[in-house]
């Protein structure tokens, strides 16, 4: 499974941002597709999961303001991020846990990151 992120950049406080990441390869093994962000100096942090029967669950900064989507019958997923705070301001990450895959259990593959930027 390889994951391809696109999007992401700078914006003022109150500001939108989309970011967008694709899933190819064994995407059959995929089960749950995930963001992440990580803050400077801080671990990184859970933002939002699809789950495969299309719940989506988000981080409790995150509730109201960012909304994880799909495209249907693919494996495409969105972030969008509505009223940016300068607190915002991290590299995002794009996951998928391939666990359905015996062989995959265990190997969460990452996007390549993404910066995004928030100014006051």
């Known amino acids: 499974v390889e994951l391809v992120q696109t999007g992401g950049g700078s914006v003022q406080t109150g500001g939108s941002l989309r970011l967008s990441c694709e899933a190819a390869g064994d995407t059959w093994c995929i089960a749950d597709l995930e963001w992440y962000r990580q803050m400077p100096g801080k671990e990184r942090e859970l933002v939002a999961t699809l789950s495969p029967s299309g719940n989506i669950n988000y981080g409790q900064s995150v509730k109201g303001r960012f909304t994880m989507s799909s495209d249907n019958g693919s494996y495409k997923v969105y972030l969008q991020m509505a009223n940016l705070q300068p607190d915002d301001t991290a590299v995002y990450y794009c996951?998928?846990?391939?666990?359905?895959?015996?062989?995959?259990?265990?190997?969460?593959?990452w996007g390549q990151g993404t910066q995004v930027t928030v100014s006051s």
């Open positions: 996951a998928a846990d391939p666990r359905l895959c015996d062989a995959r259990k265990g190997s969460r593959v």
